[in-house]
């Protein structure tokens, strides 16, 4: 079974500051990883994916995330906050046993960017 | 532009009253999935569908149920609602079976139950 550690349920940077959302990970098999954000009262938004090749992921509004086997870590960056990003970031853990990307979320990481 | 619907955006019900949420896709997928998320918690999946093939997870409990007349809508029932079934659902699709595929996800509908 896996499962997914996100450190820090709230996490708040000054705009313009670095991002970091951290992102741990158990697997028995392979992982495949992804990053989610969730505006107020929305669905979930795909970030970023990790599943072969290239461990340094870009994703969409300047995000990106370096899977580490080594350290079964999948941490996400921006270099420069802005005030759009606000949100609640899910990293998730696909399950590479099954019939479908059945996903296993962890509890989230709330960003709060101030001026 | 391609997407995934959920009907209501909030939805009220009673306790014990029966209820339906509404899920439709114009991305044509093959996968749908449901997933409940309480109050500052992660989302918790609660079944899929491959094409007509429904997947039930193991702690799901049978209060939910789930039909899906084509491959563009999905439906969740909840029998019987208690006020711990008070949370947002969320839909989602995807394209394929493949473990590696995004899952897209629909704005969700707030479920209240009084």
């Known amino acids: 079974a896996q499962s997914v550690t996100q450190l820090g349920s709230h996490v708040s940077v000054s705009e313009g500051a670095l991002v970091l959302l951290r992102c741990n990970y158990s697997s028995s098999v392979p992982p495949y990883l992804f990053w989610y954000v969730q505006y107020p009262n929305q669905g979930l938004q795909l970030l970023l994916k990790y599943t072969t090749g290239a461990t340094l992921v870009k994703g969409i509004n300047g995000f990106e995330a370096e899977f580490k086997k080594s350290e079964t870590s999948f941490h996400l960056t921006k270099p420069s906050a802005h005030m759009s990003d606000a949100a609640e970031y899910f990293c998730a853990v696909s399950d590479g046993t099954g019939t479908a990307s059945k996903l296993t979320f962890g509890t989230g990481t709330r960003l709060q960017v101030t001026l | 532009d391609a997407m995934v619907i959920q009907n209501p955006r909030y939805q009220v019900t009673q306790f014990g009253k029966p209820v339906t949420l509404s899920c439709s896709q114009t991305l044509n997928h093959n996968v749908m999935y449901w997933y409940q998320q309480k109050s500052s918690q992660a989302p918790k999946l609660l079944f899929h569908?491959?094409?007509?093939?429904?997947?039930n997870e193991a702690d799901t409990p049978d209060n939910f149920q789930s039909r899906r007349p084509n491959t563009s809508f999905c439906f969740l029932d909840i029998r019987s609602p208690g006020l711990g079934d008070a949370a947002m659902y969320l839909c989602a699709t995807s394209p394929h079976r493949g473990t590696m595929d995004t899952q897209y996800f629909g704005p969700g509908t707030r479920l209240t139950v009084l």
């Open positions: 569908y491959y094409d007509k093939d429904f997947n």
